[in-house]
Structures are given as structure tokens and as C-alpha cells.
């Protein structure tokens, strides 16, 4: 949340361009989560 706050605050300086990233669920932690969905189509 402290992210979204400090780039709403960088982004009112119009010479600022701002890019926020946000990080999710890492889908590669889970090595067969993927080849399951495939074997039973």
C-alpha cells in the first residue's frame, strides 16, 4: 500500500512519469501446477 501511496505522490509532478509494478503469486513455485490442467483436457 506504501507503493501506491508514494507513486499517487510522484505522479502529481508532470515532468514525472511513474510505472507501478505489482508482484503476485509466483506460478513457478508450483512445478506441476500447469501440467495437470493439460494431462486432463
Known amino acids: 500500500m506504501a507503493g501506491c501511496v508514494l507513486a499517487s505522490r510522484?505522479?502529481?509532478?508532470?515532468?514525472?512519469?511513474?510505472?507501478?509494478v505489482e508482484a503476485g503469486p509466483d506460478y513457478d513455485a508450483r512445478p506441476?501446477?500447469?501440467?495437470?490442467?493439460?494431462?486432463a483436457v
Open 10 to 20: 510522484l505522479s502529481e509532478d508532470p515532468d514525472r512519469s511513474v510505472c507501478l
Open 32 to 39: 506441476n501446477a500447469g501440467r495437470r490442467q493439460h494431462e
